[in-house]
């Protein structure tokens, strides 16, 4: 029985461009200790009582490929609480709740733990069949729809039939789902709503749509998935693909959502939709599981009662500081001229189904009929000179169903179809949607009421993703891609002002073989003193009024340029929902190659005028 192997793939780009990306092979280990913290304030209002604060202590977890070793954990109110319980839920989380029923005016909390964190990316061998024949009962809960995870919806089955159809090892089958997920959905925060079923009909989401939609379609084709609810941590991660450059892999720091899928012969295995299969960083702290995340709100929860609801709610601060006491990463990376639009992260992978509890004869083994496999094939050989059966190319097969997926949704509410360019007049495009003015020290989390005359609020998802991108040091650029000739007159990017003093400016630069070349626009120049002083990340526009340059269609690269010392953060998003692979560069002051690339994208927008 042939043996299938998948490479591992460092997938660090989540856009749906024209052409294929590089795919980045590689195998290692990644081992940190970390000492983590939260300092939490919550201030409370006149007529508020009986205030209860949860949270859940996260335990130690073992995977085939990812574990987290908990030590230390410590949980400290001031004032103390007038009543503390500790208790386990049904799914095995261990909920500490604190309890006051004449709360005082603010209450701290600190909670710290060290963890000893590790991701090996050694070959994982799985026998599992598709379809599974047998799952335990406690495991079966985790096949259940939820009001979030709409796995008994006609239109996740039939997605998913499509999905799956020709594969018979589970590890194919939850590929090709997480491939899907990662090149359909397009990274916004916040969305207007969580479910998988928005996520199909408008193709966005936040971390929470990219879980609940991956369970959505593993549910329905009976994969048992359950939602992880954590911490990623900022600390980033870099690799030097073969001949040189950098590729810089950096999460924003603060609350997460991903799963865990059960293999039969692996338990409960790790991954995060948005970017990895298999395993997760070791950036990342788990907390808490369940079934969707309305069952995952034991950590962080905040509940009370008012006499007079016109007296306001609860105010929460909280500030998440993670100290690398030792951080090992030794991975191996080289680059492949292979793969999906869409990357994701894979470790090498032995996937042979044989009998697991069955009488049946054991399938033959998957040898990607149906394009799955074509490209990874070829990746596998030219990284480790195997053979492996391929047949059409995978792209076709999953932007085929993508474009099916949203033609079949169109008509449902929150659907936006792509407006094209006009071929003449004005125009704004770019990566436009992020967060703006939001205070990312207190979380946004609205009140809802929980039966009885109390409220509460759960944690929030808004992860504050930037760069400091004025340092004296570092440059760096963003790609924007033209189809038709603009007369520029603005560029905007999302900045916030923390401080400091000097001039910003934007470059224009023409693309040089995927890096930023030639200037051929500079921007008026604006003052620091000029931007709000107010928390939050908002739009600078850079004038061109002065020359208004016509360019032509092509790729251009918008630089960011300062003078003096300011102290400026530049917003990004997950992923690269509208440009290229290598789309978001930086490079030392002094050097004159930008050979450091990116795995996310600027929030950026520009502005004109189409001519003909």
């Known amino acids: 029985m042939k043996k299938i192997l998948m490479s591992a793939v460092i997938m660090l780009v989540a856009a749906y461009g ?73 799914r095995g989380n261990r909920v500490i709740a604190a309890s006051w029923k004449t709360p005082p005016k603010a209450i701290d909390v600190h909670l710290s733990f060290d963890a000893v964190n590790s991701t090996k990316l050694e070959t994982v061998d799985t026998a599992a069949p598709f379809p599974l024949t047998k799952v335990p009962g406690d495991v079966a809960y985790y096949l259940k729809a939820t009001a979030q995870v709409q796995a008994n919806d006609a239109r996740v089955k039939a997605l998913a039939v499509e999905l799956v159809t020709d594969v018979n090892t589970e590890f194919a089958a939850v590929q090709r789902i997480i491939t899907f997920v990662v090149d359909y959905i397009h990274y916004v925060s916040p969305p207007e709503r ?160 044989k009998h697991i509890d069955v009488a049946a004869p054991s399938p033959s083994p998957d040898t990607g009929k149906g394009g799955m496999f074509g490209e990874i094939g070829h990746a596998i050989k030219n990284a480790f000179g195997k053979a492996v059966a391929a047949t059409s190319a995978m792209p076709s097969f999953f932007s085929r169903i993508r474009e099916k997926t949203r033609t079949a949704f169109k008509a449902e509410q929150g659907a936006v179809e792509e407006v094209p360019l006009p071929d003449e007049g004005p125009v704004t495009l770019g990566n436009l949607e992020f967060p703006a003015d939001i205070d990312f020290v207190f979380p946004p989390a609205p009140a809802v009421a929980a039966g009885d005359g109390s409220f509460e609020k759960t944690r929030s998802f808004f992860v504050e993703t930037a760069e400091y991108v004025t340092t004296k040091r570092t440059q760096y650029a963003q790609v924007f891609v033209l189809a038709k000739p603009l007369k520029l007159e603005k560029v905007g990017v999302a900045l916030h002002k923390f401080g400091g003093e000097g001039q910003l400016w934007i470059d224009v630069c023409r693309d040089d073989n995927g890096k930023p070349g030639e200037i051929i626009a500079t921007s008026n120049l604006v003052d620091l003193d000029s931007l709000s002083d107010k928390p939050g990340y908002r739009w600078t526009d850079f004038s061109f009024s002065g020359n208004k340059p016509l360019i032509a269609p092509g790729s251009y690269w918008i630089a960011l340029g300062f003078t003096g010392s300011p102290i400026v953060n530049w917003f990004y998003t997950y992923g690269k929902p509208v440009g290229p692979a290598d789309g978001t560069r930086y490079k030392d002051i002094f050097d004159k190659e930008w050979s450091g690339a990116l795995n996310y994208e600027f929030n950026y927008r520009v502005a004109g005028v189409v001519v003909k």
């Open 18 to 90: 024209p052409a294929f990306a590089d795919n980045i092979t590689v195998n290692g280990d990644m081992g940190s200790k970390i000492h983590f913290e939260i300092d939490k304030r919550v201030t409370t209002v006149p007529g508020l009582q009986n205030l209860t604060l949860s949270f859940v202590a996260p335990e130690t977890f073992t995977s085939p490929t990812y574990r987290q070793d908990v030590r230390g954990f410590n949980l400290k109110f001031t004032p103390p609480p007038q009543d503390q319980k500790s208790r386990t839920d049904g």
């Open 194 to 353: 969580y479910d998988a079923l928005y996520s199909l009909a408008s193709g966005k989401g936040n971390c929470q749509n990219f879980s609940h939609l991956s369970a959505a379609l593993m549910r329905a084709s009976g994969i048992p998935v359950r939602i992880v609810n954590g911490v990623t941590l900022n600390k980033p991660l870099n690799i030097t693909p073969g001949a040189g450059g950098t590729l810089t892999f950096k999460m924003g720091q603060g609350h997460h959502s991903w799963i865990e899928v059960w293999f039969p012969d692996l338990g409960w295995v790790p991954f995060d939709p948005q970017q990895t299969a298999l395993f997760v960083l070791n950036r990342f702290i788990r907390i808490e599981v369940g079934i969707d995340n309305s069952e995952t709100v034991n950590d962080g929860m905040v509940h009370w009662s008012m006499t007079d609801r016109k007296q306001g709610e609860p105010t929460i601060r909280e500030v998440i500081n993670a100290d690398f006491v030792d951080d090992k990463v030794a991975l191996n990376g080289r680059r492949e001229a292979t793969g999906p639009k869409n990357y994701l992260l894979f470790p090498l992978v032995n996937a042979e189904a």
